[in-house]
């Protein structure tokens, strides 16, 4: 009889238990162990804001939600192109990732970098939180992936060792570092650069010894890398914008209850909020420490970036119909 007591009891326990992880699941109550990729180092204002959604998400959902956060791609063996085709997979559950690096996905992402598309930072914000903004979204989801928020890289400045660039005849004949699509390959080429892909971290080495002459970066990548040690000109002239994506793997956010997502959407918007704000205010900053440093910065003027833009019109002939004409037309301000 005893036996029996207590066979009834853990019957009765057991319904208990599994009517209260499905009154749980419900109501957004699962627990998920997440892992995040970050493209660089911890320094930099991509991981604080990962750690910051990693940080809300823990805390409103009082620890029934983590995410790890890894550096310089660590869960792709540093490769940011593995990376976002891992997230798209369900291998990784959230990255933050350049759309140069999206592009590898899908050539339409590269419209976002377009050559002097933007002037400035006023007219990125209105194309990103209007119809292009959406757009791009869109074409996130089609990968697999749910887009959370847009953080920032910056706009990408060009440093060389030879004299100032104030037209494109001083562009003629440089060697110059690129990130390796074929959109930049076909621009800087068009402008009379002598383009490579090497990797970013054979980059210093090589500018020391006279390799290549220059490269082209934001001002954050730039700072953080010491260039200025092997670099003495750089031209602000804000040729491609570099905006990054804070994404998470769709499945896994659709998979979400109601609440779960709308928490994601709501913290993850925040985070990438926060990245933007800290990049913009550590730009200028460190524009001042790279000039006190002795790097001689030139700002075309609005005739100058004209003609740079005319040398590079060839680019959207050619690319239009990889980008589409309307969403061409949306990212143009």
Request: glycine share 8%; hydrophobic share 35%; charged share 30%.
């Amino acid at each position: 009889m005893k036996r029996f007591s207590i066979l009834v009891l853990l019957v009765v326990l057991s319904i208990f238990l599994v009517a209260c992880d499905e009154e749980g699941s419900a109501t957004g109550e699962e627990s998920h162990d997440l892992q995040m990729s970050v493209t660089v180092a911890e320094s930099s204002t991509w991981f604080e804001a990962a750690e910051k959604l990693a940080t809300d998400i823990e805390d409103e959902t009082e620890g029934r939600i983590t995410i790890d956060v890894y550096p310089n791609e660590e869960l792709s063996g540093g490769d940011s192109g593995q990376a976002v085709e891992l997230l798209s997979r369900g291998n990784i559950d959230l990255t933050f990732n350049s759309t140069i690096i999206y592009s590898i996905l899908d050539d339409r992402f590269g419209v976002a970098s377009a050559p002097f598309l933007f002037r400035d930072l006023d007219e990125v914000d209105e194309v990103f939180n209007g119809e292009g903004g959406e757009m791009l979204q869109d074409i996130l989801r089609e990968i697999g992936v749910e887009p959370l928020g847009y953080g920032e890289n910056g706009f990408r400045q060009v440093t060389n060792n030879e004299h100032e660039i104030t037209s494109p005849e001083d562009i003629d004949g440089l060697g110059i570092r690129i990130p390796g699509i074929t959109m930049y390959t076909d621009l800087w080429r068009e402008l009379g650069a002598d383009p490579s892909t090497m990797t970013f971290s054979e980059v210093f080495t090589s500018l020391q010894q006279g390799a290549i002459d220059g490269q082209e970066n934001p001002i954050d990548v730039i700072y953080s890398s010491r260039l200025d040690e092997v670099q003495d000109y750089i031209t602000m002239w804000n040729y491609s914008y570099d905006p990054l994506v804070l994404g998470m793997n769709q499945e896994l956010f659709q998979s979400m209850s109601e609440e779960d997502q709308e928490l994601f959407a709501r913290l993850g918007q925040e985070a990438a909020e926060y990245q933007v704000e800290l990049a913009r205010e550590r730009e200028a900053e460190q524009i001042e420490e790279l000039e006190e440093r002795g790097m001689q910065f030139y700002y075309p003027t609005e005739e100058e970036l004209d003609a740079f833009l005319e040398e590079v019109q060839p680019i959207y002939d050619d690319f239009e119909d990889v980008w589409g004409a309307d969403l061409l037309e949306a990212f143009t301000p």
